[in-house]
Every structure is written in structure tokens, then in C-alpha cells.
């Protein structure tokens, strides 16, 4: 007879090495995503846990900006949106409107990540801040920046960035 202790240990190990399959393969290659409603590209985050290659709708005009990611009730995985500013300044973002939880990188003019605010409320009216002048931030599914381990000072390789 096996103990509830044994039981246990052996469901968790299954349950890490399930998301780490999970993992693996959601990030061997991004899927297009069907409700995608601007221009599609790729975008690549390196880390120092590896490189993970991304599809993004690009929002580069004020009218894109302006509605985002609100009323998008799914999102894949490997799916985010890139916001072109234009400019680098500070910016003020929020989640109005936006029933999916995300993680918004705030990315510097070189590429690199400058503030990561994860895990955002749901249909916030809350102001999320960027902390610095930035030009581009960059909103992934919640969970995402934390499961590839994505923190400030890492590169987001894109054509914006060269």
C-alpha cells in the first residue's frame, strides 16, 4: 500500500513535469490565433531561461491603441499584442473593458524590458504605469512573462527593436 504522502509527492512531480511539457510544446511554435483583429507578426523574448518565439497583433495607430486587447474573452498561449508608441515617454495603461487577466511588458527603445506588471485585473479602470519612459509595451495571457521568465533588462527581438 502506497502512502497518502507517496501519493502526493508522486501527483506533484506528474503535475511539474506535465507543465513542463506544456510548456515545451505551447513554445515550440506559436499558433495564429483566429479572433486576431490587427496585422499578425512574430516576436521573439529572450530570457535567461531560452528564447520563445510569439505571434503579436501590432497596434502602431491611435484608434488600435486605444481599443487593444478590451472585450477579448481568449487569447492563445503564444498570442500577445505589441502597442507602438511612436515616441518614447511615459506611459499609462489600464485594463478597461479586458475580461482576460495579462501580463504588460513596458519595453525601452533598445528592446529591452524596463517593468513588467503582471497578473493585471480584469476590467480595472486602475492605472498601470510603465515607472520610465518607454516606446512599446508588449501584453501577454497572465502567467506568461512569469512562466518563461521574463524580467527587466531582457531582450524582445522584433523588426521595432533593430
Same mark, same amino acid.
Given at each position: 500500500?502506497?502512502?497518502?504522502?507517496?501519493?502526493?509527492?508522486?501527483?506533484?512531480?506528474?503535475?511539474?513535469?506535465?507543465?513542463?511539457?506544456?510548456?515545451?510544446?505551447?513554445?515550440?511554435?506559436?499558433?495564429?490565433?483566429?479572433?486576431?483583429?490587427?496585422?499578425?507578426?512574430?516576436?521573439?523574448?529572450?530570457?535567461? &531561461?531560452?528564447?520563445?518565439? !510569439? $505571434?503579436?497583433? *501590432?497596434?502602431?495607430?491611435? %484608434?488600435?491603441? +486605444?481599443?487593444? /486587447?478590451?472585450?477579448?474573452?481568449?487569447?492563445?498561449?503564444?498570442?500577445?499584442?505589441?502597442?507602438?508608441?511612436?515616441?518614447?515617454?511615459?506611459?499609462?495603461?489600464?485594463?478597461?473593458?479586458?475580461?482576460?487577466?495579462?501580463?504588460?511588458?513596458?519595453?525601452?527603445?533598445?528592446?529591452?524590458?524596463?517593468?513588467?506588471? &503582471?497578473?493585471?485585473?480584469? !476590467? $480595472?479602470?486602475? *492605472?498601470?504605469?510603465?515607472? %520610465?519612459?518607454? +516606446?512599446?509595451? /508588449?501584453?501577454?495571457?497572465?502567467?506568461?512573462?512569469?512562466?518563461?521568465?521574463?524580467?527587466?533588462?531582457?531582450?524582445?527581438?522584433?523588426?521595432?527593436?533593430?
Amino acid at each position: 500500500m502506497i502512502s497518502q504522502p507517496a501519493i502526493k509527492a508522486i501527483l506533484s512531480l506528474f503535475q511539474a513535469l506535465l507543465f513542463l511539457l506544456i510548456t515545451t510544446v505551447s513554445f515550440a511554435q506559436p499558433e495564429p490565433d483566429t479572433d486576431a483583429v490587427f496585422p499578425v507578426e512574430s516576436l521573439e523574448i529572450v530570457t535567461s &531561461n531560452g528564447s520563445f518565439q !510569439f $505571434s503579436v497583433e *501590432i497596434a502602431d495607430e491611435s %484608434e488600435e491603441r +486605444s481599443r487593444g /486587447l478590451m472585450f477579448r474573452e481568449t487569447m492563445l498561449p503564444t498570442h500577445g499584442m505589441l502597442f507602438d508608441f511612436g515616441e518614447t515617454a511615459p506611459i499609462m495603461m489600464w485594463m478597461k473593458n479586458t475580461p482576460l487577466s495579462l501580463d504588460m511588458l513596458f519595453i525601452k527603445e533598445d528592446g529591452t524590458i524596463a517593468r513588467i506588471a &503582471n497578473n493585471t485585473k480584469p !476590467f $480595472s479602470t486602475a *492605472i498601470i504605469s510603465s515607472g %520610465e519612459p518607454v +516606446s512599446h509595451v /508588449l501584453e501577454l495571457n497572465a502567467g506568461i512573462a512569469k512562466q518563461i521568465g521574463a524580467k527587466p533588462g531582457d531582450r524582445i527581438m522584433h523588426a521595432f527593436f533593430e
